[in-house]
């Protein structure tokens, strides 16, 4: 079925059900429902800016975004889990706005 997109720079893309983070393992992406998204947070880049893809400190999992190092904030996913999904979205203010949105809408129907 497909969902309709709200937000899609090509990297990351915001849906009706959740977060698509594109490139996200080495073989493909990850769907975050908006229902698991405990927080969102943002955080300065600084010198993970460097960290193009993957993890440098066990703790955030970064997708791959070459243009990171011209970016300087990132979006810190927090599921509930160790390792939290890290996101450096074209527009952040937009995808920080429809998580937030989309995440308090699916706990206060839960």
């Known amino acids: 079925m497909n969902q309709r997109m709200i937000y899609d720079d090509g990297k990351v893309a915001c ?37 193009l893809w993957g993890t440098g400190d066990f703790r955030h999992w970064w997708n791959l975004d070459l243009h990171r190092p011209k970016k300087g904030v990132a979006l810190e996913l927090d599921t509930g889990h160790w390792i939290r999904p890290t996101i450096t979205p074209d527009d952040v203010e937009a995808v920080e706005a429809i998580i937030r949105e989309r995440s308090a809408r699916a706990a206060s129907s839960a």
């Open 15 to 51: 849906d009706d059900t959740g977060l698509v983070i594109r490139r996200y393992y080495p073989w493909g992406g990850k769907h975050v429902p908006y229902s698991s998204i405990q927080e969102v947070g943002r955080l300065p880049i600084r010198i993970r800016r460097w960290r």
